[in-house]
Each structure stands twice: as structure tokens, then as C-alpha cells.
């Protein structure tokens, strides 16, 4: 059996059946044949063979059943002009170019698009591919159709310099259109889909290259606007491509498995059929079967073997309304038994993308797994075509408002573009976070948070607030404290541990996985070097001055106390001659040190003093900065000086901890954590507000217990934990209770807050430890 044949069979079994269409009431047959057949009189000779007039009568049996004979009109007018713009131009397949925005047309008139948007699909290689300018395009279609025809244009006439960054360009643009109007990726979709069907026409390293861009961005940007119509259809052609060994391999054992799964399908659907209309409940009831590419995602994501999924074949139940679909439900747990953890309610909890849908599995007949999808036809239809099936409804601005929040995603990805210059970094942001499959994890609050898959704490962090990120030292996810590095999971609440004295790692880099944590982390960087920058630009103004100032005063005592203005114009000659760009760079080499102020000073005044050079406005480099605090004691006691300052030991607070500080009769003030209990009985007046200053240790002692299941070699592998942690054990004790348990009690040094929390997270991860808190 040949392949189309073998593909045919699987195709039967997926096939969606969409809710049956209202009779047409006044549609004259015979005079919209007439009238689609007067478009084709109409294009060039060249362009009328077999393969334009069939790929015509598919896009017009389509578009007619929806759009008005007004409308069809205004498509026949577009598919002229592309023929006639297209006239000579063939496809590598031989046919006439026109062929290709017919289909590309009539994938998007399956999805009951808009009259504007067809007329860009049918339109959207004129200004690419043909001499038509915009104006021409705007003047004959309308400022609607130019702004999706050009947004679907790629950047044909820019130098790049690579093939990334001219991709991550074009991808930039088609964004920034689809945030004020999507329509134009649902034709770079339609597109694309009709250009791999086609693509065996190409040489072998651009088929390759064309299916690897098709399953990193147009499949998961098809996902992420819940068009699976087209996203399955992406997925599968560029699978072919892309790992063809695999492709023929899974193909080849669907196929043996087909026979038997339908057999199972068909008693599964007269079983449940037979009940629902005992019960006087209206329902559809189809087969749909997992594609190619979504068994292998599947088999390589879950590390299963083919024959352990139970979701090659499914029931598909489809009902008018969201009650008879919990009703459904009902009736298929009480037929068959459900499978544990197997129940997913989308209805209550739709998907990013929209989708909604009840999702079970259960033991079905002969004992065999089966899935059953169930929803009402409004959401197969949004299933099936997503975002595109905002414009089958008539609703108007009401639709598109609510459209617009949910596609909210666009524009956090433009916000993310806007803080960088480089496309490859735009596409790493692209591919990350917007195009990469999602987990949902709890705020404490009960707020839901969506990361990438695969996101840290970090990612949670920055994702809540740039200063949290920035000030973050460590995380608790489901009340234990876990490394930095922990892999979030769906449903894990998420608590994260910040400090005043909290700053960003370059490690950080390594460890998040958004692209917008390594964004806000780099620009933490890019402002560390920019501020460090102004420092020594600072620092070289002052010295340089200072040296000059010097230089006067022993020609003339009475320039000691003048004030020396710095010439713009003399300094860039000396940085010139000196081998700097500019006067800037000169001022920040003399502050680091690099360059002496005493040479630059003797050139300065030896050019100043010839007035050879035109004078400019003067150098300004006393840019007004709030200078960081400093103190010269471990920890300052606001508005008191001279006081005797401790460290409490039944909190042993250590820097980075929130502290609080207790007034004593003899040993001045005591420093507790704030939420020490001893501070609770203290009365307020005996309180005082302090905070830590310079770190006159390397090591501050703390404590720490540990409540674990008793097992030989436990205390071992706490204290072996806390040694590579690089923490200082200065006493443990441990002990066994009656119930099996051990507690360890650990008096340690560390650094400062941030390494004991690493720590911790560390000894959480041991085998057998419950719980781990300090006290």
C-alpha cells in the first residue's frame, strides 16, 4: 500500500467533523459558478491551466459558503491582480505562482475568515515578489489589506549578518504587526502550511532547514494561538523532514496497532452512544487519532514505549452546552471505571491558548485504556482553529476586546525586544518563553503564575518584580526551602526569600531559564558597569583638576583658589593624541589608573595656553549621585552612637537576616531576628530600629535542626553536606526518637544569610530529611 493510502486510513480515523452548517436560503448556484468563473477569464493566458482553475474552485466552494456575493467579489478583484502581478513567475513545481496564494487563501477561508483577510492571503507575495509598490496596493484594496500584506512581507531588502538574525527580524516585524492585528500570522501560518506541503520540491538542506524553523517557532506559535487544525498539520510534514527514520518507524507501528484500537473505538462509541440516548441526551460522538509528530513528543517527553500510550485512538464527545458536557462525563464514569490522576477540567481551567475541553481516561472495553475528550461545538471549533475563530462571530468589538486580552502574550514579547537591540536575543526570548510549552505554579496568595517549562525560583522571581529578582537569596517552594536551580513544577507555591543586601550572580545566567530573567539580569550588569563607569569618570575630572589646580598655583599664587573649567574641545585633542576616542574616555582611564593625571595635566595646559583650538562648551561630568551608605560598624543603631551592640543567641542573627534591636540595662542593645519570639514580650519603648553595616567577619554562627526518618549513614551525609556547602560545623548533637525519627541539631558558620539558605536547600535534598529550620 502506497503511502497517501496508508496516511488515508489514519486521516479517516482524525477526521473532525464540525457542527453541520445552516442550509444556504437564497444563494443562486449556477450564477456564483458564472460569476467565479469570469475571475479566470480574466488572468493572463500562462496563468489559466488545470492547476490554478481547481485550486480557484476549492478556495470559491469555501469562501461561498460564508461570505456574502459582495464579498466573493472583492476576492475575485484580488486574485485578478495577483495573477496579473504574478504573470510569468513559476513555482518550482512547475505551476503557475498564483497557484500557491489560492491555497493559501482557501486554508484560511476553512477557518471562515474575514473578506480583508483573504484578500491579503491571495495578495500577500505582490509586494515581495512582484514591481506593485503600497501605494498601488492601498489605492485599489485599502490601508486594511496594505497593513497585512506588508506585515506577512519579509525583509528583503536589509543586509544581516546571519541567516538567525535576518530570521529573528522578520519574526520582530510580524509581531509587532500582530499586536495591533493577528490576522497577519494566521496567513504567515496558512503560508508556511501550504509551503511544506510543497517543499519536496526544494534541495534537501533548505527542506531540512525550512522543517527544523517549522518545529521550533510555526508549530508552537500554531499551539500558542490554539489553531491544532493547522499545528498538527505543520508538525507531521516537517517531522518527515526533519527525522525521517523515526517519521517511517512510528508510522509503520500505528499502523499495526490501527486495526485492533478501532475495533476498541467502535464498541467504546456504540456503548456510549446506546446510553446517552436511553437518556435522551442530543451528542456527536467521533474517533480522533494522536498524529505522528505528537506520538513521538509524546513517547520521547514521558521516555514510554509505543505501546504503553493508550491515547493513539480516542472518543471525541461533542455537545450543545457546557452543563451536558459534566452530565457526559457523569455517564461515562459510571460505564467504565476512570483511571487515577487521568482527569483534566480545561472548562473550569482553560488552557493559555484558550482551549477548553473535559479531558478523562478510563478502562474502557476488553480492559483497554481509553481517553475521552469532552466539549460543546463552540469550543471544538475554537479547539480546532483558536484565534481564528473570533471572526465567525458577529459580535464585533465586544469579540475582538476579549480577543485582545487574551493574546496579551504578544505584547509582553515586544516589551522584552524593546530592552534589547540584538535579534538573536529576540529570538532566544521568542523561543524560551513564548513559543516553549508552560507550568503553572501558586503565588503564596493563591495567585496562578505562568513560567516557561523547565523555570527556577529565579524565573519566578523576576517574573513577579525586577527588585525581587535583583534582591533574591533563596526560595521555598511548598514550605521547603530548595536550591536555587530547583525545576518548578505545575502546582507547587512558590515563596521567595529576599534581602536589602540580595544582588545578582553572573552564575544567574546559567541558572534561569527566561528570557526575561537573563534580560533584567544583564541590565542589572549593563547599569553595574555604566555606574562604574561614571565613578571613574568622576574620579579622573577630580584628579585632573587637582593637578591642574597645582600646576597654577606655582606659576601664580593668586590661581590657587581658582576654579578650574576643563575645555571639551582641548581635552578630546589630548585624548587623541593620547590614543583615546574621546575626552570621556580619557577622564575614566585617569580614574582607573590607567593613565597619569600629571601627563594629561601637562599637555592639557600646553594646549590651552596656545588657544589653537576652538573652544567648546565645557565638560560636565558632576552628574548628581546619592552616595551609598557606608558605616564603620557591623551593625548601626539609627540616630545613637556609642552603644554597646550584640548579636542575639536564641535568634543568632546573621547579615541578610531582617533584624530589630532591644535595649538592655547592661549590655546596651541585643540584635534579634524579627520574628525572634523573645521580641514579642519586649515592650515597644525598649525597641530600636538598626540595620547591618560593614562585615567585620567572614563567619557568623547559627543553628540549625533537622528532622529526618532514622537511617544508618543520615548523619553522615548532613555534615558531608554542609562541608561542600562550604559551611564551618562548630557542634552537632543527634538523637532518636521513638517513632523512627532523628533529629539533628547542627551549630554552624556561614557567611550570611544567602549561604545558609543554600545550605539548607541542600540538606533538604538528602535522602530521609523531612524538615530543616533554624533555631
Known amino acids: 500500500m502506497d503511502e497517501k493510502k496508508e496516511r488515508s486510513k489514519h486521516d479517516e480515523v482524525e477526521k473532525m467533523d464540525n457542527k453541520p452548517k445552516e442550509p444556504l436560503l437564497t444563494r443562486d448556484r449556477k450564477s456564483l459558478r458564472l460569476l467565479r468563473d469570469s475571475f479566470v477569464g480574466r488572468i493572463p493566458q500562462d496563468q489559466r491551466d488545470m492547476s490554478v482553475k481547481m485550486a480557484w474552485q476549492e478556495f470559491w466552494a469555501r469562501a461561498s459558503s460564508y461570505l456574502s456575493k459582495e464579498d466573493l467579489i472583492k476576492c475575485g478583484e484580488a486574485f485578478v491582480f495577483a495573477a496579473l502581478a504574478h504573470d510569468g513567475q513559476f513555482r518550482l513545481s512547475k505551476e503557475p505562482y498564483v497557484v500557491h496564494p489560492i491555497r493559501v487563501a482557501a486554508i484560511l477561508a476553512e477557518m ?29 484594496f485599502g490601508r486594511d489589506v496594505l497593513l497585512l500584506v506588508d506585515g506577512v512581507t519579509k525583509l528583503g531588502k536589509i543586509t544581516f549578518k546571519s541567516f538567525e538574525d535576518y530570521q529573528a527580524e522578520n519574526l520582530r516585524k510580524m509581531f509587532l504587526v500582530m499586536a495591533k492585528d493577528v490576522r497577519v500570522v494566521l496567513i504567515k501560518l496558512a503560508d508556511r502550511l501550504h509551503n511544506m ?11 531540512i532547514r525550512i522543517a527544523k524553523e517549522t518545529l521550533e517557532i510555526y508549530a508552537p506559535l500554531a499551539h500558542r494561538l490554539g489553531i491544532y487544525q493547522i499545528k498538527r498539520e505543520l508538525e507531521d510534514a516537517a517531522f518527515k523532514i526533519a527525522d525521517p527514520e523515526a517519521y517511517y518507524d512510528i508510522r509503520r507501528r500505528v499502523k499495526k496497532k490501527l486495526p485492533e484500537r478501532e475495533e476498541i473505538i467502535k464498541q467504546a462509541m456504540t456503548i456510549l452512544e446506546k446510553k446517552l440516548n436511553e437518556m435522551g441526551i442530543k451528542a456527536h460522538i467521533t474517533g480522533r487519532a494522536k498524529h505522528f509528530y505528537s506520538i513521538y513528543e509524546k513517547m520521547r517527553r ?25 452530565t457526559v462525563l457523569g455517564v461515562v464514569h459510571t460505564i467504565w471505571k476512570p483511571l487515577p490522576g487521568q482527569f483534566d477540567d ?4 482553560p488552557k493559555s491558548n484558550m482551549y477548553q475541553s473535559l479531558h478523562t481516561a478510563v478502562i474502557g472495553p476488553s480492559g483497554e485504556p481509553l481517553e475521552v475528550q469532552i466539549r460543546t461545538w463552540d469550543m471544538h471549533w475554537l479547539a480546532e482553529y483558536g484565534v481564528a475563530s473570533h471572526w465567525r462571530y458577529k459580535e464585533g468589538k465586544q469579540k475582538l476586546d476579549e480577543l485582545d486580552q487574551k493574546l496579551s502574550w504578544i505584547r509582553q514579547a515586544l516589551e522584552t525586544q524593546a530592552e534589547t537591540s540584538e535579534p538573536s536575543e529576540f529570538l532566544e526570548h521568542l523561543k524560551a518563553d513564548v513559543l516553549s510549552s508552560e507550568v503553572f505554579v501558586f503565588t503564596p496568595k493563591g495567585d496562578v503564575i505562568s513560567l516557561p517549562a523547565g523555570s527556577t525560583p529565579l524565573d519566578f522571581a523576576y517574573t513577579i518584580h525586577t527588585e525581587v529578582g535583583n534582591k533574591f537569596i533563596g526560595a521555598m517552594v511548598n514550605n521547603r526551602i530548595v536550591p536555587i536551580d530547583y525545576e518548578l513544577q505545575n502546582g507547587d507555591i512558590v515563596k521567595i526569600l529576599t534581602s536589602p543586601h540580595g544582588k545578582p550572580s553572573r552564575d544567574w545566567l546559567n541558572i534561569a531559564k527566561s528570557s526575561r530573567a537573563k534580560s533584567k539580569i544583564r541590565s542589572y550588569f549593563r547599569q553595574l558597569e555604566k555606574s562604574d563607569r ?6 579622573g575630572k577630580e584628579y585632573l583638576v587637582r593637578e591642574i589646580k597645582k600646576r597654577l598655583s606655582k606659576e601664580k599664587d593668586e590661581d590657587k583658589d581658582k576654579e578650574v573649567v576643563l575645555s571639551t574641545a582641548v581635552l578630546n585633542k589630548v585624548a587623541k593624541d593620547a590614543g583615546y576616542s574621546n575626552a570621556e574616555d580619557l577622564l575614566v582611564a585617569i580614574g582607573s589608573g590607567e593613565m597619569g593625571s600629571s601627563q594629561v595635566a601637562s599637555k592639557y595646559l600646553g594646549l590651552e595656553t596656545s588657544k589653537a583650538i576652538k573652544e567648546e562648551p565645557p565638560l560636565d561630568t558632576a552628574k548628581e549621585r546619592e552616595e551609598s551608605k557606608t558605616y564603620d ?17 536564641c ?26 519570639p523573645n521580641v514579642e514580650k519586649v515592650p515597644e519603648e525598649r525597641l530600636v530600629e538598626v540595620e547591618w553595616g560593614h562585615k567585620r567577619s567572614d563567619r557568623y554562627s547559627t543553628r540549625l535542626r533537622i528532622d529526618g526518618t532514622d537511617r544508618p549513614g543520615l548523619f553522615a551525609d548532613v555534615a558531608h553536606t554542609i562541608n561542600t556547602c562550604d559551611g564551618t560545623i562548630l557542634q552537632v548533637r543527634a538523637s532518636v526518637t521513638g517513632t523512627g525519627r532523628a533529629r539533628i541539631l547542627v551549630d554552624l558558620k556561614v557567611r550570611d544569610i544567602e549561604h545558609l539558605y543554600q545550605i539548607i536547600a541542600k540538606i533538604n535534598a538528602v535522602k530521609g530529611v523531612i524538615e530543616v529550620i533554624r533555631g
Do not use: W
Open 112 to 140: 471562515e475568515l474575514d473578506v480583508n483577510t483573504l484578500e491579503a492571503a491571495l495578495l500577500h507575495d505582490v509586494l515581495e515578489d512582484t514591481s506593485v509598490t503600497p501605494e498601488e496596493l492601498s489605492n485599489k
Open 197 to 207: 506541503k510543497t517543499i519536496q520540491y526544494l534541495r534537501m538542506d533548505k527542506q
Open 302 to 326: 514521558k521516555n514510554l514505549s509505543l505501546e504503553e500510550l493508550f491515547d493513539l485512538l480516542a472518543l471525541r464527545v461533542i455537545v450543545d452546552d457546557v452543563a451536558t458536557c459534566y
Open 346 to 349: 480545561y472548562i473550569a481551567n
Open 534 to 539: 561614571e565613578e571613574k569618570l568622576a574620579k
Open 633 to 649: 560598624t557591623e551593625i548601626v543603631v539609627q540616630g545613637i552612637e556609642g552603644l554597646l551592640v550584640s548579636r542575639a543567641n
Open 651 to 676: 535568634c543568632k542573627p546573621i547579615p541578610g537576616d531582617p533584624i530589630i534591636g532591644v535595649v538592655t540595662k547592661r549590655r546596651g542593645v541585643t540584635v534579634h531576628n524579627r520574628g525572634c
